[in-house]
């Protein structure tokens, strides 16, 4: 399956429908630079992506890399109507074998002001619905030729809706166990991130050896269950210097830091060397930064 880090979202290009006779064959190509999604509403498309085959039947879809070759193993043997869209993005994705959160340490920033996360895609598979979703095919492709910004901008939110509807087709609701596991300290975590917390409290709470706790964290978050926490602190730290007034001794306490040179330790650590009450004044007017 593909895993896309959004944002950005994957964003439509372009898209049609077409039938083949028997005979047909679906055109071979190269590195074109896009996704292909191929929607097969009846008939087959026998196709091979650098030589692996890939058999689309009806009711069913496969996306193609875009980069990679793609050409036809076999014409087709009956008479076979799908539909086309190609789409990219621009940001990061990847082939994944299985569905893990986005690790913190990927998408630091000073400020987190936008939140990541990866949105998963199989790379082929069965379509619950094939109705509903041609009919939203059709509107998609109906809103293909208008220029207006609006009608661009509906014309990506119907490509989203197909995109979800593809991913509730597949059954990706099976994760590992570990992954499992990782998620339920989280939520632990990020519920009590405000008292003190112990590893073993957390596998008093979770029923498994804080070791092993850690592992899980390790694979699914890229960090130890203490970095976890204390990167959710300092995030909630960060956005109280921005948005209030508090002493930084009360937001370090608020966030359950224990002590005020803890605090600004940890925080320094996470901003580059910065300290709270310098990153709270580049949010602050000029007059007001005078004042203090």
């Not at 028997?22 to 091979?48: A, K, Q, T, W, Y």
């Not at 939110?157 to 992954?179: C, K, N």
């Not at 803890?262 to 996470?270: E, L, N």
Request: with cysteine.
């Amino acid at each position: 399956m593909y895993q896309f880090i959004c944002p950005p979202m994957p964003h439509f290009i372009m898209g049609g429908e077409d039938t083949y006779a028997v005979g047909g064959s679906h055109p071979d190509r190269s590195n074109i630079g896009v996704f292909d999604l191929l929607i097969v509403m009846s008939g087959c498309l026998h196709l091979e992506e650098n030589g692996e085959p890939i058999d689309i039947r009806s009711g069913s879809y496969a996306i193609l890399r875009p980069d990679r070759s793609h050409r036809t193993a076999m014409p087709c043997d009956e008479t076979t109507y799908f539909y086309w869209i190609h789409f990219h993005t621009v940001g990061e994705w990847s082939v994944a074998s299985e569905r893990l959160p986005l690790p913190l340490s990927q998408k630091e920033q000073i400020y987190a002001q936008v939140e990541y996360f990866p949105f998963y895609l199989p790379s082929s598979g069965p379509i619950t619905e094939p109705q509903a979703i041609e009919n939203q095919l059709i509107s998609l492709l109906r809103q293909h030729d208008a220029a207006a910004a609006r009608s661009q901008w509906k014309r990506q939110q119907m490509f989203h809706t197909i995109l979800d509807r593809l991913q509730q087709s597949a059954d990706l609701t099976e994760v590992s166990p570990q992954l499992q596991i990782a998620e339920r300290a989280a939520i632990y975590l990020r519920q009590h991130f405000n008292v003190p917390l112990s590893y073993k409290q957390l596998a008093e709470e979770l029923h498994f050896h804080a070791n092993y706790i850690s592992i899980c964290m390790k694979k699914a978050f890229g960090c130890t269950p203490l970095e976890y926490v204390t990167r959710y602190r300092i995030e909630k730290a960060k956005r109280q210097l921005i948005h209030t007034n508090d002493p930084v001794g009360k937001i370090a306490d608020d966030n359950g830091f224990g002590s005020f040179p803890y605090f600004i330790r940890c925080f320094a650590k996470h901003t580059g060397g910065m300290k709270p009450k310098a990153f709270r004044m580049q949010f602050r007017t000029a007059k007001e930064s005078a004042r203090r």
